[in-house]
């Protein structure tokens, strides 16, 4: 499967932040589906995001489960380091440490 960025999107993720999107982009395959990043360091963020410092990805929901399922799902893969939010139309993904 493979990993799409929304047009516009740009900027790096420091090391650790990277290695939780490969977490996320490996469950996604597992279940047959493309991931798509709609946010890196672009956009509008609030003033203590995590965004500009590459610590925060958004993606979108999946087709594979509920909310609630891919939220739980992700979490496991990610493990403590990382807080997966649900908000509205897309997941927020940010390293927490």
């Known amino acids: 499967m493979s990993t799409w960025y929304k047009e516009g999107v740009y900027g790096g993720l420091?090391?650790?932040?990277?290695?939780?999107?490969?977490?996320v982009?490996?469950?996604?395959?597992?279940r047959g589906e493309d991931l798509y990043i709609t946010s890196l360091r672009?956009?509008?963020h609030s003033p203590s995001s995590f965004h500009p410092s590459g610590r925060?990805?958004?993606?979108r929901y999946p087709k594979w489960g509920t909310p609630?399922?891919?939220?739980?799902?992700?979490?496991?893969?990610?493990?403590?380091?990382?807080d997966?939010?649900?908000e509205g139309n897309h997941?927020?993904?940010?390293?927490?440490?």
């Open 42 to 44: 672009e956009g509008t």
């Open 56 to 59: 925060a990805f958004d993606i």
């Open 25 to 30: 982009s490996k469950a996604f395959a597992a």
């Open 68 to 82: 609630n399922e891919v939220v739980v799902s992700l979490r496991k893969s990610l493990g403590n380091d990382f």
């Open 84 to 86: 997966v939010v649900p």
């Open 14 to 23: 420091t090391t650790k932040t990277a290695e939780g999107l490969r977490r």
């Open 91 to 97: 997941i927020h993904i940010e390293l927490d440490c």
